[in-house]
């Protein structure tokens, strides 16, 4: 059974400072892997996926890696600021076709 | 385009009631999950539906929790007599296709409270 492990649980940086967010997984199997933001009390956004077959992707100041044979990908986000707070989540697709979440990482940028 | 719609958002409920939380896909998406996430902890597949169908239901307590896709109208995961242990957000996300490489996206939840 596929297991999702994020690290930190919990991270708080000064605004404009590059961070990075680390999941794993342990089922390398997957089709694909997401990346999820969550706001308190709301719903989750997309932020990237990335197929099997890639090693990342890019939206503006994100940039999302993968590596299927170590089971880890990493959320980098460049510049960060105060409104990138919020709980992030990776979640990876195996064969039954749902989602396998991580606990996530739940990121302060401080003013 | 309007998104993953759920409702209620919030559904308050005594226990030995009955929940009803709706979910109406993306328009052209005929594939639904459902996932809960109980406070402080990840969230956790639930079912998977397609239009009549229920696709994987490994996820579903084996008591009380049912889940339908009919051909018309939403989704619907149905609680029956509640417990202070279903207290929890309920996420619906839809996809267009049976593709694993498809990207789920997910409505807004709705956040059951079992007094």
């Known amino acids: 059974k596929q297991e999702v492990t994020q690290i930190p649980a919990a991270l708080s940086v000064p605004e404009g400072e590059n961070l990075v967010l680390n999941c794993s997984f342990t089922?390398?199997?997957?089709?694909?892997l997401q990346w999820f933001r969550q706001d308190p009390g709301k719903g989750l956004t997309s932020l990237l996926l990335?197929?099997?077959?890639?090693r990342e992707q890019t939206s503006g100041r994100l940039n999302a890696s993968l590596d299927k044979s170590s089971g880890r990908s990493t959320l980098y986000i460049a510049a960060s600021q105060p409104g990138d707070s919020a709980t992030y989540l990776c979640?990876?697709?195996?064969?039954?076709?749902?989602?396998?979440f991580g606990t996530g990482t739940r990121l302060t940028v401080i003013p | 385009n309007a998104g993953v719609m759920q409702n209620p958002r919030h559904l308050v409920r005594r226990r030995g009631q009955e929940a009803r939380l709706r979910c109406s896909p993306m328009?052209?998406?005929?594939?639904v999950y459902w996932y809960r996430q109980l406070p402080e902890e990840g969230l956790k597949f639930m079912v998977y539906?397609?239009?009549?169908?229920?696709?994987?239901e490994s996820g579903m307590p084996k008591e009380r929790f049912s889940a339908e896709f009919p051909k018309e109208g939403p989704s619907i995961l149905r609680i029956q007599q509640v417990v202070r242990g279903d207290s929890a957000a309920y996420f619906c996300?839809?996809?267009?296709?049976?593709?694993?490489?498809?990207?789920?996206?997910f409505g807004p939840g709705t956040r059951l409270t079992v007094l």
């Open positions: 979640a990876a697709v195996t064969g039954a076709n749902n989602l396998f």
């Open positions: 996300a839809s996809s267009p296709f049976r593709d694993r490489n498809n990207e789920q996206f």
């Open positions: 089922d390398s199997a997957i089709y694909n």
């Open positions: 990335i197929q099997s077959s890639q």
């Open positions: 328009k052209g998406h005929s594939h």
């Open positions: 539906l397609q239009k009549e169908n229920i696709i994987d």
